[in-house]
């Protein structure tokens, strides 16, 4: 599978004798031949910014880590965050700094890969609206935001892959005006799977750039 159980991760995540996120995320650093420089642990204050919890101490707001490290070929240095917080629309009036922490960055780049269809609900158009505001380019399977909100003035959409649908447990979100946009595209195939489809010939893949 190219995706994860939010249900499962809470007990296998928790079993191991490594536990939680940070191990997958050292491994995949690793993987991308790269050298971790320095790790801290901290959170989220109400305005965004990024406080280094004290030794043996934990805070409020959003928890998270701050991972450097240097590519091993270039020698370049990056900073990769990693924060748990509630996305909802409830979850941001509540704790609004992550979304302060991510205004920092301006306009960039968006990856969303096996959200579980959240960005079609109604609960979480707060989120959904700023990546659709501070996004110059938006990577996504079917279950990112959908379609109706790309208006073809303002976003190029690439398509890759094939579309046939959610699976069953999401069976709910099924685009009609995706299923045709692919018909009419002929996108070029993925050759690799990519969201909630295993298999590769089933999966999608839309690239999305602001005009």
Same mark, same amino acid.
């Given at each position: 599978?190219?995706?994860?159980?939010?249900?499962? +991760?809470?007990?296998?995540?928790?079993?191991?004798?490594?536990?939680?996120?940070?191990?997958?995320?050292?491994?995949?650093?690793? #993987?991308?031949?790269?050298?971790?420089?320095?790790?801290?642990?901290?959170?989220?204050?109400?305005?965004?910014?990024?406080?280094?919890?004290?030794?043996?101490?934990?805070?409020?707001?959003?928890?998270?880590? #701050?991972?450097?490290?240097?590519?091993?070929?270039?020698?370049?240095?990056?900073?990769?965050?990693?924060?748990?917080?509630?996305?909802?629309?409830?979850?941001?009036?509540?704790?609004?700094?992550?979304?302060?922490?991510?205004?920092?960055?301006?306009?960039?780049?968006?990856?969303?890969?096996?959200?579980?269809?959240?960005?079609?609900?109604?609960?979480?158009?707060?989120?959904?609206?700023?990546?659709?505001?501070?996004?110059?380019?938006?990577?996504?399977?079917?279950?990112?935001?959908?379609?109706?909100?790309?208006?073809?003035?303002?976003?190029?959409? #690439?398509?890759?892959?094939?579309?046939?649908?959610?699976?069953?447990?999401?069976?709910?979100?099924?685009?009609?005006?995706?299923?045709?946009?692919?018909?009419?595209?002929?996108?070029?195939?993925?050759?690799?799977?990519?969201?909630?489809?295993?298999?590769?010939?089933?999966?999608?893949? +839309?690239?999305?750039?602001?005009?």
């Amino acid at each position: 599978y190219s995706f994860f159980i939010t249900k499962d +991760m809470k007990v296998d995540l928790e079993s191991q004798e490594l536990k939680g996120t940070l191990p997958i995320l050292y491994v995949f650093i690793a #993987r991308a031949d790269k050298s971790i420089t320095n790790v801290t642990f901290g959170s989220l204050n109400g305005n965004g910014a990024f406080q280094e919890y004290a030794p043996g101490k934990t805070g409020g707001g959003s928890p998270g880590v #701050r991972i450097k490290y240097t590519d091993n070929q270039s020698g370049n240095s990056q900073t990769l965050y990693y924060f748990t917080t509630d996305i909802s629309d409830g979850g941001i009036h509540s704790n609004p700094g992550f979304l302060k922490f991510c205004q920092h960055f301006g306009v960039g780049s968006s990856l969303l890969k096996s959200s579980s269809y959240l960005l079609f609900e109604s609960g979480f158009g707060t989120i959904r609206n700023f990546i659709l505001d501070r996004s110059r380019l938006i990577v996504q399977d079917d279950a990112g935001i959908p379609l109706d909100y790309f208006s073809r003035d303002k976003w190029n959409i #690439r398509l890759f892959g094939n579309y046939i649908g959610p699976i069953e447990i999401f069976k709910q979100h099924y685009q009609p005006k995706l299923q045709d946009l692919y018909a009419q595209s002929n996108p070029p195939p993925l050759e690799f799977n990519f969201g909630y489809r295993w298999n590769y010939k089933e999966s999608n893949l +839309m690239v999305i750039q602001r005009n």
